[in-house]
């Protein structure tokens, strides 16, 4: 499946700027009503201010965002990328990582 590229230039409804991504991300549309494949995109890496509105504005637009290629995304970078969208909660139920209780571990069977 070929990554394409779309012109994702959004308006902030809070601030009515413009807020497009950087030239190096790519937004792939998943389906006509919901979702959006972001790629190249590096998040274990700290995201700047306008980066990460940049992605708040996808989210709004699309409701769901996928993130493929992060394996090398440690436990304690995914939950600071997770915190870039809101507070995180302790999950009561399910197998959490011991290091960090937000996030819920998920087991596919898959070796």
Do not use: W
């Amino acid at each position: 499946m070929a990554m394409t590229t779309v012109d994702v230039s959004l308006t902030n409804p809070r601030s009515g700027r413009n807020a497009p991504l950087r030239d190096t991300v790519s937004v792939r549309r998943l389906t006509p009503t919901i979702g959006a494949e972001i790629g190249n995109i590096d998040l274990a890496a700290e995201l700047a201010p306008e980066e990460v509105e940049d992605l708040r504005q996808l989210l709004y637009a699309h409701k769901l965002l996928v993130f493929r290629d992060q394996e090398r995304l440690t436990p304690a970078q995914h939950v600071r990328f997770s915190a870039y969208f809101g507070r995180l909660e302790k999950v009561p139920m399910g197998q959490c990582h011991p290091e960090h209780p937000e996030l819920v571990l998920f087991n596919s069977g898959a070796d």
